[in-house]
């Protein structure tokens, strides 16, 4: 039963974190300036990951008999820094938006890496956060790389 619970914790502590993240890329989407519409697609593409991911996990936390977290994060223990980052969005500067965005892919980053170090989550949900986690590395090598080639 213990196990069962906080496998119920982890998956919701994800649940959190994606909710930060799609708040996060909408809130970057409305401080955009008209130049920076070539991110809008991209930024789209990251909140339907996100929603996709939540979805599943949240699935999961049903599944195991547990009530799925709403709302976002207000002092999270593994996604503070991407609160940090949706406060941040007012310079409306390309560069900025984009390191800020990348520091919010660092923090999902850190929150699968913290929720996969767990040893007791069953393999196949140990399974969804592998392929999640690397889809979201993805995400965060093209932020990186759109920041990079910025001057």
């Known amino acids: 039963m213990e196990t069962t619970t ?3 914790e982890i ?3 994800l649940v959190l974190m994606h909710n930060d993240r799609i708040e996060g890329y909408e809130r970057a989407l409305h401080e955009m300036e008209q130049v920076d519409a070539d991110l809008k ?3 789209l593409n990251m909140i ?3 929603r ?4 599943s996990i949240a699935n999961e936390v049903q599944v195991l008999g547990g009530d799925v977290e709403n709302g976002t994060t207000n002092s999270g223990k593994i996604y503070r820094a991407w609160m940090d980052v949706k406060a941040v969005f007012t310079g409306h500067n390309r ?3 984009l390191s800020n965005c990348e520091a919010g892919e660092d923090a999902a980053q850190r929150a699968y890496n913290d929720a996969l170090d767990t040893d007791d989550l069953p393999r196949y949900i140990r399974e969804m956060l592998i392929r999640q986690q690397a889809s979201l590395k993805r995400s965060h090598d093209k932020i990186k790389d759109l920041r990079d080639s910025q001057s």
């Open 41 to 43: 697609t991209l930024f």
């Open 6 to 8: 906080e496998t119920i």
């Open 11 to 13: 998956l919701n502590d």
């Open 52 to 55: 996709k991911n939540k979805s």
């Open 95 to 97: 560069k900025t938006i």
């Open 48 to 50: 339907d990951e996100s």
